[in-house]
């Protein structure tokens, strides 16, 4: 008799559906039969403005050791992060993104006896690895899209292990300030982890805004998360990394592979730290293009959430996955976030101006077409 081995897979996994990216412009240009030079993606929050010349020539020089392994141990970007943060180089876990840092930390605290507290409307990211070890995955309605952060600490029983807080959220771009931050920490038990999720925390500007890093020293359950991938612009280098207690790094590292950040992507994420121009360039692009989408939005009378990130959720009703597919005909990649229980948005990242305005038109016609536009 055949086996069925799908069936043999662990039960959290059986269920599980992988984790939907953007859609990549050279499937779209082979789909449609498109020219990919003419497709904008504006999908998965990546950086408008390509990557950073000092990064670039770093990860061109790592080209010419490609035989050997890679530091292991991430010895100067450890210590580049380190000097930009003022902690230590054993607080430092570095991952291939940080959605590794984040399944590292799943399966490092949590296994099938444990639950995991996240937000509705959060990064899909924290419902997937908590299915694959088997945990139980507590998602607590959102209030007014963001997390409910009274409602999260409510909702820790003795069997959880771990809270996930993304600020600011994605796909919402909800962002709470310093002082709620600090009352939520507050409210957890110490032996629950708190892991504060600061993928889009270079966006932020304003003395309001938390930064989990100078909380490491009050709150010993707090792991913080950051990545290369959004501000920094080195999205497709994967490198990602977590800031904690030295204990709490420990473990982690055992978990880790040993390889996990490969010698262009550690070459690379060092020498971009260097580059302040790049970052104030990348925030500067960025709060002019959500003005611009935010106004273009007005203009058409479509409700949007206010973002503090390098995206947008913009309400375009119940056509959304039709209007998707239109904006994709001309041309133009968004994030569809019915997945997210959002059937009636669509996610769209910050691009340039120039592509801002070209999806701002393509939105236009699309509703035309869809028999929703003004
Ligand atoms: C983009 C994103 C990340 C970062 O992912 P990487 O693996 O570092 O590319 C983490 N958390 C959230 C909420 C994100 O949106």
Not at 77 to 86: E, I, V
Not at 216 to 243: D, E, H, M, Q
Request: hydrophobic share 45%.
């Amino acid at each position: 008799m055949a086996v069925n081995y799908q069936s043999l897979a662990v039960k959290g996994v059986q269920a599980l559906s992988p984790y939907q990216p953007g859609k990549p412009i050279e499937e779209l240009a082979r789909e449609l039969g498109l020219n990919p030079a003419e497709i904008i993606k504006l999908a998965s929050n990546e950086n408008p403005l390509g990557p950073s010349k000092l990064a670039l020539a770093a990860a061109r020089k790592a080209l010419d050791e490609l035989c050997l392994y890679p530091d292991g141990n991430g010895f100067d970007l450890k210590q580049a992060l380190a000097n930009r943060f003022g902690v230590a180089m054993n607080q430092i876990t570095l991952g291939n993104g940080s959605n590794d840092v984040l399944e590292v930390i799943a399966r490092c605290f949590a296994d099938s006896d444990s639950e995991v507290v996240f937000s509705q409307y959060a990064f899909a990211v924290y419902p997937i690895v908590t299915q694959a070890i088997g945990a139980r995955g507590i998602a607590v309605p959102a209030k007014e899209w963001g997390h409910d952060l009274d409602a999260m600490s409510a909702a820790i029983t003795e069997r959880t292990k771990l809270v996930f807080v993304a600020n600011p959220n994605n796909p919402t771009g909800t962002v709470h300030r310093a002082d709620a931050i600090e009352a939520f920490l507050d409210r957890v038990p110490e032996q629950v982890l708190v892991v504060l999720d600061e993928a889009y925390c270079e966006y932020l500007t304003g003395e309001e805004y938390p930064d989990g890093i100078k909380l490491l020293g009050r709150y010993p359950n707090l792991i913080v998360c950051r990545t290369f991938s959004k501000a920094w612009g080195l999205a497709a280098l994967r490198v990602g990394y977590s800031l904690s207690s030295p204990e709490i790094a420990d473990v982690l590292n055992r978990v880790r592979q040993p390889f996990n950040v490969d010698s262009v992507a550690l070459a690379a994420a060092t020498a971009v730290l260097n580059d302040e121009a790049y970052l104030n360039r990348s925030r500067e692009v960025n709060t002019a293009g959500l003005r611009q989408l935010a106004d273009g939005f007005d203009r058409m009378g479509l409700p949007y959430i206010p973002s503090a990130g390098n995206f947008i959720a913009v309400e375009v009703g119940e056509r959304a996955a039709g209007i998707y597919q239109s904006l994709l005909a001309h041309g133009v990649i968004v994030r569809p976030v019915a997945g997210y229980g959002m059937p009636r948005h669509l996610r769209v990242s910050v691009g340039l101006p120039e592509e801002n305005e070209r999806f701002l038109d393509a939105l236009a016609q699309s509703l035309v077409a869809a028999g929703q536009g003004g």
